[in-house]
């Protein structure tokens, strides 16, 4: 067939499924299919030869050694399309193309999103988060290079640029406890197994008042199922913030300082704070993780911890590029790259008020 003449229709044909299917799997919405439907239309897409432009990247069998997928489990927090730009203008500098891939933490889309990578033979992976899928991801290897940005774990054998979330918490429960705060409140999305930097911080923040004969002042609110549901509107990491807030304020009027898990369920706490008429920081201070842009803002100027994503996002295609090369040792070698954190102290923290 002249590749030239072959259509979307075409695609489907072969495929065995209707062209809306092809369009929706082609313009990352198919999770809502099976992961042997998404195997065949990419398998069709590159038996035909088939051209489809999105974001950039066309679906040619010949361009497929020059797609970089970027895997992300969240393109709702800034935090992720700050970390991908960054990946994406170093790959387009190196002559790379990306596709992503935004599993949302399920496990059966990473799996999915995987098997196809591996099908279409990918130039390589950055997963943006410690994947959950590891054994499937360390499968792939040296067929594909692939790269982590992720929490510090000397026990997985992937690369990775890492950062260090247990001494990030620490550096913010210090922060707090050296301006006289005893009563601290931690709001998070879910800690679990697939979310080991939200783990990390909080057993940083932990050691750090333990330490300080201060961890009986410290309050949890942790949310018991994953955030950013799509059914869900009230789940969103903001609102997340701003609810368990307003319950803390509530139950424990004593609390002076509010620790978010990152910087979107600390907007949430400020919104939460403003709503009760709190003055930030002679009434409470408040603080998150991620220092995304809007933290930035003269309007929310909030203390947080930098990762600084931009590095991480260079670091990390430098580390696939190599991986690449003939040069190097491939698979044998597992090359690591750690990023120290650094807290940035602006206008939501104080010192804590003196109760009378």
């Known amino acids: 067939m002249n590749k030239k003449c072959v259509t979307a229709t075409d695609v489907a044909r072969r495929a065995g499924v209707s062209q809306s299917t092809v369009s929706m799997i082609l313009n990352g919405r198919g999770d809502d299919f099976t992961s042997q439907t998404v195997e065949r239309v990419f398998q069709a897409v590159k038996e035909l030869g088939y051209e489809h432009r999105s974001r950039g990247v066309r679906y040619n069998e010949e361009d497929y050694a020059h797609i970089i997928a970027i895997f992300s489990s969240s393109l709702l927090n800034p935090y992720y399309p700050e970390l991908i730009s960054s990946i994406e203008r170093a790959a387009e500098r190196q002559g790379f193309s990306t596709a992503i891939f935004d599993t949302r933490r399920r496990p059966e889309l990473e799996k999915r999103y995987l098997a196809a990578a591996k099908r279409l033979n990918v130039a390589g992976i950055i997963c943006t988060y410690m994947p959950i899928a590891l054994e499937d991801m360390q499968n792939l290897q040296p067929a594909i290079p692939l790269v982590v940005v992720g929490d510090k774990a000397d026990s997985v054998a992937l690369d990775a640029v890492e950062f260090n979330s ?40 932990r050691q750090d008042l333990k330490e300080r004969g201060l961890e009986e002042g410290l309050i949890l609110r942790l949310y018991p199922r994953e955030a950013n549901d799509p059914n869900d509107s009230r789940s969103s990491e903001r609102h997340i913030g701003y609810d368990f807030a307003q319950e803390i304020l509530q139950r424990a009027p004593d609390v002076t300082a509010f620790i978010g898990v990152n910087d979107m369920i600390a907007y949430g706490i400020l919104d939460a704070m403003q709503a009760a008429g709190k003055q930030l920081p002679k009434d409470v201070s408040v603080c998150g993780f991620d220092n995304i842009s809007f933290s930035t803002m003269r309007g929310v100027s909030l203390t947080t911890v930098d990762y600084f994503s931009g590095v991480k996002g260079q670091d990390a295609l430098e580390i696939l590029l190599r991986k690449r090369s003939k040069t190097e040792l491939g698979a044998k070698v597992v090359f690591k790259m750690e990023v120290t954190p650094q807290i940035v102290i602006r206008s939501t923290t104080g010192p804590a008020p003196v109760r009378i």
């Not at 406890?177 to 990390?200: D, W």
């Open 166 to 205: 247990f001494l990030a918490g620490r550096m913010l429960a210090a922060h707090l406890a050296e301006l006289g705060h005893k009563r601290i409140a931690f709001i998070s999305t879910p800690l679990n197994t697939g979310n080991t930097a939200r783990v990390r911080r909080l057993e940083g923040i």
